[in-house]
């Protein structure tokens, strides 16, 4: 296993990484990339055991609807690049199952790959959306080839990709990322039917970041969400990137093409719903602390809206419970979240976000917006006058109540809420994407015969 | 145990009934009531065993998870007065136990109540809501005391009470009635803190009915639901009734005056919890077969609005499910649903509902409400023609889609359709009501908690 | 012009009517039609002048938008068939003006009709849905071609018409009917393109009526609402209808084949608008004065939801006035209101309305539902304890209140409450068909142009 | 009439600006303040005429429906400090209206600096939320009586305020803050009864501000909307600051304590209107130009959702037509907007928002986030390669598609877009005080009316 301080000498590995038209030289002291390299170092010391069979949490593997459950609460506790770790680990050994019947070797290269990775102790991120081109064309017939990644080269050792991925968060800082068809291929696009894992310091990988940690020169006490959270998007191009056979899992067999997707799918959305139930009490929270210290606490309006938002935890709660306590298993034993359950609640989730953060900033009020900057707090000049009016209740001090502010507007709407805003929407494909899945896994059949019923009929 | 013929004859027992302002000779004749009847008269039926130890399932109480589990899933193959019962009889239990410390014998009588009560194997429904005069006065403050139902005289051997209670299902059909206050009472309103067990047909007891079953001169396959549902819902008045004391279960304790109700909420809103998964079932069923014989499943705004009606089945099946897995425990060992889980998800059904409706009215179309009736179908001279033009898709006949058409109708809008439109709202007390146990529940200190630490400061 | 004695003597004249699966004899004297036949027998005493010049203002015509305004407002105080009449009398004025250019002929036809309907101061109705068969096939290409309404023989003097029309409002009351595709005809589909006026009592025309007025049987009283709007809805059929030439509009012009549902649309959604306003003024009005019988007026929740239904009835309000204000003129100076304010409206109001009668029954509780009828209040043995405890505040008596519980019931959930929770979305087509109109009409392009300002770019 | 550079120059005056806890210079010459300043200096040159006569558009009073309706068309191109100036001539107009009858002295005082006002041509902004303390209590029972601005000296000449006032946009660069009570003060209350005009630059006055403007170090090629809007929100603090009587509108008069921020409020709730309906139409054209260059303006769920914000901004324009064209008249003949129209767009426009923002992202997809930045685009190494892979649809560049993707979460989701998601709630007081006013202004009466008849009963 690594401790944190080799996690980040690791990264200085000449990997290709660009932010704002500038090429980084070092991520791990690049201040763009702070938070994300001290919450991912923190990942590795807190589990850190010497030794050669020591392993990390990130890859084990529930067996049990117990441990599925354990698994989701301590993943809270991760940090986000340990967590895209676990989350595609699962994903691979759920595809792995899927495939050993039809596809043995593949299936066995991939738990190869696993074994090593475990061993490496390295952290790895899911690649999957590609740049997509006309979205009315699929990917054999669009007028760049490369607009969904695919095999250019086709060798004895291995295979050459090119393409890019987007949207994929910690890219920057992991070691390797597992590449995968953003959709089912259909025969004759079996160039495009690629699953593979690729060293981020490979030839040819460049990744282009953005960044929702506020620039340096801004005060960062007045993005606590921000810093301690903290991501990194990566635009991840494949320029023609050479990849061995023994990290290539698909290499054209169309009819598994879908296989890795679909199984990221339902991982991504069950550590999403952990997420988001977290996410809804803490939005729950802040509208507690900062109505106790508006001294709003017992206005009709504003308890009803504290209500809403509690309605809304404890519904995204159930879900995630109902889908842990119905999990599947495959085969081999492993446990997997409930697919219904769980894009029934991403949708939910997803759909009602916009409405509680607008009940949070009305319970919050203006100052969400045009609190004063800490730093007027210590001003000789106006501090104590800033101190002195933005006090409200007794008992709350004005720096109390600014912090609060800040973070309500950093935590929804500006920094890393601006980030949640629109990744609560798009994470595992956007609204219409729950729908569908939902429909799919819902038993159908059980409600034509109640509707049958009802009429007093029976189907033609 | 009796048979639903004993039933039936039981029922003719001098009660005094009335239905849109006349009395009522015998309820198990007269039509307003058979689906009611005929409903209950089954679930006797379904059960019966002879011998003195034979006892209903209606009468036994869950003491783990998965007697829970159970319990939920076969109460909804349940005839509706046998699930009031055991509604009652687990609120009854439940009471019983959290007044065993304080009352010891107050528990036992109800207790001992609760043994006879099952060895007669009768049949009870619970009356809580009370008349309640001016909203702004509590109960010891009304222009008229009687406003909330109140001991009126004290006897050695026994209380006499008057009152109303409301919106009582079922109440015409039933063996008992168990009364209970619908709210705490203060230090001086001990005559309104009054529990006890009534017989339909004692002296004082007058119900006025109103329904929602089509009147007779109506073609009830125009109304196969309300026809297979069938309520009644009973106002009844205590115009001086004698309760001896064996079944008074609180004569004045004001400190226990809410513990029934509470009992009684908690498992309330679970049947209607159980309830309301199943009718969103239906729901998606009824816009789904429509669909099919409309044609018009490949619609994209059809498919999205069914999917929304999957969202809401989902979320409030995984919330029965959260309940039930999140269970209490009595120290007796009897098993309670979790009461925020309940809570929240009986706001969301409720709050959801009129959206749910009004889209499947739009999946549906405007022949929801003018499809013509089956007996158009069978008229000579125009018979055949309606059958022509309401025929939509090949492979589904005019009568099928027809039918469906009054199901819709007579489900969501009219008969049943309208009670449901109003109780899916007040069942448990309204929407505010919902919000209010849910935010008693919801574990807000582990909220602010979170809130905190997002804000990086600890509360004063 | 008529009386409103020689309009009911009108009626009998052998149409062919059916109800319940039997032959109505005559529907002047046919309890189930009373509501709407004493409603439009009203409508023609209420303007009746002598003379032979005299005529009915359901036929005048709005030339400025001050005339358009007083007819949206007097309209309101019309019978619910003049109403009708109207809607059809401008639609067809407006898809005279717009054939006029390329077919004259036409045009004058359908003038000359109008003016001998005025003279003969009759009432018709628009029937325009077709059966519609399979809804993924055009009208020629359906396995029974009588799916949709289409000229089965052609002859010198006329046409022969069969098919059916579906949800006719008042069909069975009207003196004749507009016939109009519903949807735009293809080259090859020219049989399909037929409008026309037809006598409700030509031979071959058969109505089967559906009714929510309540039966007979039933309490009135209790059904205030469904006794002052009373409703038929007519299911028309065309068994080969001869219709003399000088009645008919179009026989295959293709060309114009949308033009009369287009401007039938129009003007409906614009009646519709006026008739929403009002009705959302009703739910305000029914909140405020049950929640004052409740004494409810001060709990914050109720005044917010009273509110809700202020901001709904308002924004109605706002869209009729925008409607108006932005009238288009016609070449003949024709006055028609704006075509984007309208489907806006509509769709709103449609989308909306399921919500605020959820409020509605949450403001006023249960005995909306359960309330009992107003002949219990009556009853010797019962009416005073009814009374006693129907009874709330002080200076509101139970009958009072009573009446309202009746009132709201009948008015949103049961009779023409039912009618009205379908009717709102169908009228005009389902919700889908408003966004469909509304983004025809919007001025898409200055849209654009200010989101490539604020992107500060131009397109390419 | 002062020209741009003027204007430029009368901001080196003194004054004492803060932003992140530093004394800013000169506000004309900082970076945070450019986009704010430019956009002033503009509105300057724009109307621009030499002559002592010569006075600038936005002191002109609307004396017709006609003028009030040029005055919203026209206010939309303003920059926003002079619309806020407007905004605050007419408010300070309707209010000497009001007081004329009660206080002409006072009246007169604040129409002869209106006068003068507009000679020196200068722009002034309205200061109306005061500090507020505990909610719970009223100005003169606060901890610290100056939570609510107040009077602490009263001269001969003059008064001595104390206070602060929240939320002030513009502040920092305007010429004089117009300061009135937040609230209704009572008798007892009369310190802080006070209404004047006060110099930005007037010993004792300080502002801290908040700005949503990017920092100078980042591209603000990706902040178009910010750059183009710019905001500067001021923390206004009066620490001790003089008044001169001919400044002073009011002081102490309780009974005319409100009318200035009823007044206010009236115009500010206007002009908002008129800048959400193009808000609206800006999010509708976003919408649709990004699904233009995505490819996707086919797709049913996207056109979906374009018609609902298409709906929501005709609702919009809707409600600002009818609030101009049912305007009301001072006795002085000058025309104000409907308020009931007026509150209860506010209301829809605010409340809805969240909603339309939600689909907005949903339709734009996860690059509103993610996309690269512009500087990407032009770096030597991976330039061509983002080109490559952010080009969707042929015909639309990749450069075009970024700017969008940037143009919509700086609108939306950060920078200026994080100040909209609460201004947009805020402004005017939050979703109550929008509930509150419309309730106050719609005609119940009439409601009632309706009510009754539906019932057939009349009011006790």
Redesign the interface.
């Known amino acids: 296993m690594l401790t944190g301080q080799q996690y980040l000498d690791s990264l200085d590995d000449g990997r290709?990484i660009?932010?704002?038209?500038?090429?980084i030289d070092n991520v791990a002291t690049h201040p763009a990339f702070r938070p994300t390299i001290e919450d991912a170092a923190a990942g590795y010391d807190r589990y850190f055991q010497d030794g050669p069979d020591a392993t990390a949490p990130y890859y084990s593997i529930s067996r049990s609807v117990e441990e599925l459950r354990e698994l989701e609460k301590v993943q809270l506790t991760w940090d986000m690049l340990s967590t895209s770790t676990a989350t595609g680990i699962n994903a691979l050994m759920t595809a792995a199952s899927r495939m050993r019947a039809d596809l043995p070797e593949n299936s066995e290269r991939a738990m190869a790959w696993l074994e090593d990775a475990k061993k490496r102790d390295i952290r790895c991120v899911q690649t999957i959306?590609d740049?997509?081109?006309?979205?009315?064309l699929s990917a054999g017939k669009q007028?760049?080839p490369?607009?969904y990644l695919r095999i250019v080269e086709r060798h004895k050792d291995g295979v050459v990709i090119r393409?890019?991925k987007?949207?994929i968060t910690s890219a920057a800082v992991a070691h390797e990322l597992l590449v995968m068809p953003t959709k089912r291929m259909k025969t004759g696009e079996e160039d495009w039917a690629v699953t593979c894992a690729v060293s981020v310091n490979a030839p040819g990988v460049?990744i282009?970041n953005?960044t929702?940690a506020p620039?340096a020169?801004?005060?960062w006490?007045e993005y606590?969400?921000s810093?301690?959270i903290g991501t990194t998007?990566g635009?991840v191009?494949f320029?023609d990137v050479f990849v061995p056979n023994e990290r290539v899992f698909l290499a054209g067999e169309v009819e598994h093409s879908a296989t890795f997707a679909h199984s990221l799918g339902l991982w991504e959305r069950l550590g999403s719903l952990g997420h988001y139930v977290?996410l809804a009490?803490?939005l729950?929270?802040?509208a507690?602390?900062i109505s106790e210290a508006?001294?709003?606490t017992?206005?009709?309006?504003i308890?009803?809206k504290?209500?809403?938002l509690?309605?809304y935890?404890?519904?995204l709660?159930?879900?995630l419970?109902?889908?842990i306590?119905?999990a599947t298993f495959t085969p081999e034993g492993w446990a997997s979240p409930n697919e219904?359950?769980t894009n029934?609640?991403k949708?939910?989730a997803a759909?009602e976000?916009?409405?509680m953060?607008?009940d949070l900033?009305?319970i919050a009020?203006?100052?969400?917006?045009?609190?004063?900057?800490?730093?007027?707090l210590?001003?000789a000049?106006?501090g104590s006058?800033?101190g002195?009016?933005?006090?409200?209740?007794?008992?709350?001090?004005a720096e109390?109540r600014m912090?609060?502010f800040?973070?309500i507007?950093d935590?929804t709407?500006?920094g890393v809420?601006?980030?949640q805003?629109?990744?609560m929407?798009?994470a595992g494909g956007?609204?219409?994407a729950q729908?569908?899945v939902?429909?799919k896994h819902?038993d159908?059949e059980?409600?034509?015969?109640?509707?049958?019923?009802?009429?007093?009929?029976t189907?033609?």
Do not use: C
Not at 446 to 457: S, Y
């Open positions: 290709q660009y932010l704002r038209g500038e090429r959306t740049a997509k081109g006309d979205r009315s007028e760049d490369d607009s393409g890019a987007l949207h460049k282009v953005t929702f620039p020169e801004l005060d006490r606590p969400a810093a301690l998007e635009f191009i320029d977290e009490d803490t729950v929270g802040l507690q602390v508006n001294g709003t017992k206005i009709p309006h308890k009803e504290i209500s809403g509690i309605v935890a404890t519904m709660r159930a879900s419970e109902a889908a306590t119905n219904l359950f029934a609640a949708f939910y759909s976000y916009a409405v953060i607008r900033h009305d009020g203006g100052s969400t917006l045009t609190s004063p900057a800490l730093a007027d210590e001003n000049e106006v006058l800033v002195k009016y933005m006090k409200a209740m007794p008992g709350y001090d109390y912090r609060l800040h973070a507007r935590f709407a500006d809420g601006a980030w805003l629109v990744t929407l798009q956007g609204l219409y729908r569908v939902a429909t819902y159908m059980h409600a034509r015969q109640l509707a049958l019923k009802v009429a007093g009929i189907a033609p």
